[in-house]
């Protein structure tokens, strides 16, 4: 099987999907206009809600949603084979995701830039408003610290992207500062910046840098999640929203060679398209949580309703910014796979799971479900480096545009994420009056301590698979509310309801997996934090439907 046949018929399924079943559900579900004032306009204050044009915010929204996470979960996924992971990256996007993410933003837009959590509170009820802000607040948790231990790797075993990741935060601040202040158009300063980046990636390849410590990662750590707290306290146009930018123009050069790479090139599949092993957990329900962001994310929500309805300008907008984001994050889990199955046999002298091959085989990087899952994102950093090689590329060049590519957007999830926490720990300490909650200082250390607390004790990637399910879970959640708001405005909610009640079987399944898992290897922190995600997931599922059969039946 050629790769190329595998990219066009993603590409073509998107495509459609976007022309068609986004503007049907624009129209007959959303009956999405122009003719409101948006929240960015109505609440402008110079900090959060911000008025911002559609190419600016769709870099920032796609770049926010478009972390590690789509290129982790296919690059372990794959395990089970190519076919099942491309099916529903590009079934669970188009139908589950999209709708998802634009559905979130738009009755955020609707409710006055309210988040998802607060307008539980309208549709259900106050205690599952509650319920729900605890369940994010765990889940975000769990975000910060995947994204951070992520981060904390790659500059490890990358040493060279540690000079262009940090001067892209300068870069950033100055851009930001030329667009708002002195009111310079966006594009000429964000090609300049992008260019300034590449030559940073050159000569952080001369000159890396490393930590010479005995756990450089934790060292990492500590100051991802001090800069992460810093910069979720300032305006989102001095840093946030430029350097989402520049990471957006940077995401579509760095896909758009690796595509330019596959279509020139044509790289053969060299995975099966199916493997059943049984020494890997089952496909089902375990590939659905797997690969969680780049299908379907309850993390996108949370950008969708926190930020990004804050910056809409016009209501028209939330279409290419919600369901075309997503569709692009499809495109990166794609391009994942692509690299997982066909580059990483192009790889050669590399060293995976101890030992050392002059040309690495699938079989070589897959021998197990253990190297899979220890290995995480290195198949798409391989294989996307040596596709990138094929255009001429050195290896150091090639492999540390990619680390590069895939610090970016997880660094930019980790400031989303805490300030999505700091908000979402303010709205608690309004809904249960305490007051020391509503300090912003405060909201933003409680947001990243435990976080930071959850990277350590041996728990780290540990973490994945509950942060998979748990994600996937507040994206059906979600969808729940999404239902509920248009059922009682009389909408067709089957679009929404059909991938609710998907998500929520298989996370619930996961979930309680992973709870039986957890009791047997004794890790008590883990089942601790499972049961009350099970907790709250099932009291909130019984009063979401309590509401709908007393809208159905009433």
Request: glycine share 6%; aromatic share 12%.
């Amino acid at each position: 099987m050629n790769s190329i046949y595998l990219v066009l018929f993603a590409f073509i399924c998107f495509f459609l999907g976007y022309k068609f079943y986004s503007k049907y559900i624009a129209t007959k579900i959303f009956n999405l206009n122009n003719d409101n004032i948006t929240p960015a306009h109505e609440n402008k204050d110079g900090l959060d809600y911000v008025p911002t044009k559609k190419h600016i915010l769709f870099g920032h929204h796609f770049t926010s949603i478009a972390g590690a996470a789509p290129i982790i979960g296919p690059c372990i996924a794959v395990f089970w084979g190519w076919a099942p992971a491309l099916l529903w990256v590009v079934i669970g996007t188009i139908f589950m995701g999209a709708i998802h993410d634009f559905g979130a933003l738009v009755v955020s837009l609707k409710e006055k830039g309210r988040s998802i959590a607060d307008i539980t509170s309208k549709v259900i009820n106050k205690r599952t408003r509650i319920m729900f802000l605890c369940f994010v607040m765990c889940l975000t948790w769990l975000v910060l610290a995947v994204f951070a231990m992520a981060i904390a790797k790659l500059f490890t075993l990358y040493p060279a992207s540690v000079i262009p990741v940090n001067i892209e935060i300068i870069i950033a601040i100055i851009m930001g500062y030329l667009i708002y202040k002195k009111k310079i158009d966006s594009f000429i300063p964000s090609v300049i910046a992008l260019c300034l980046l590449y030559l940073f990636v050159y000569l952080g390849t001369l000159y890396p840098i490393s930590i010479n410590a005995d756990n450089p990662q934790n060292i990492w750590i500590v100051l991802l999640f001090t800069y992460s707290g810093i910069a979720s306290m300032l305006p989102v146009w001095l840093l946030l929203q430029p350097r989402d930018y520049i990471n957006s123009h940077q995401l579509l050069v760095g896909l758009g060679l690796i595509y330019i790479s596959i279509f020139i090139f044509r790289p053969e599949v060299t995975a099966p398209a199916l493997n059943l092993s049984t020494n890997a957990p089952p496909i089902i329900p375990f590939l659905f949580v797997t690969i969680a962001c780049g299908a379907i994310s309850g993390f996108h929500g949370l950008v969708s309703s926190g930020t990004t309805s804050k910056q809409i300008d016009k209501a028209s907008d939330a279409r290419i910014i919600g369901y075309g984001s997503m569709l692009g994050e499809g495109t990166l889990a794609l391009a994942t796979i692509i690299a997982s199955v066909a580059g990483i046999a192009l790889v050669t002298n590399c060293e995976i799971n101890g030992v050392f091959h002059e040309h690495l085989a699938w079989s070589d990087y897959y021998d197990t479900w253990e190297h899979a899952a220890k290995n995480k994102f290195m198949a798409f950093v391989l294989g996307g480096a040596a596709l990138l090689e094929k255009l001429g590329l050195s290896v150091e060049i090639a492999r540390t545009l990619i680390s590069v590519l895939i610090i970016s957007f997880a660094a930019t999830t980790l400031d989303t994420a805490t300030r999505i926490q700091r908000m979402i720990i303010t709205e608690l300490g309004s809904a249960t009056n305490i007051t020391p909650l509503k300090n912003k200082i405060g909201a933003t250390m409680l947001g990243v301590i435990p976080a930071y607390l959850l990277t350590l004790n041996g728990t780290g990637w540990k973490l994945w698979p509950v942060f998979g399910a748990s994600n996937q879970m507040l994206a059906a959640l979600t969808l729940m509310v999404l239902s509920l708001y248009f059922c009682k405005k009389g909408r067709n909610i089957l679009p929404l309801i059909i991938p609710m009640l998907f998500i929520m079987v298989i996370t619930i399944i996961s979930l309680f997996l992973k709870t039986k898992e957890f009791f047997i290897a004794q890790n008590y922190l883990l089942l601790s934090i499972n049961m009350i995600l099970i907790v709250l997931i099932l009291w909130m599922i019984i009063e979401g439907f309590i509401q709908i059969k007393n809208k159905v039946f009433k």
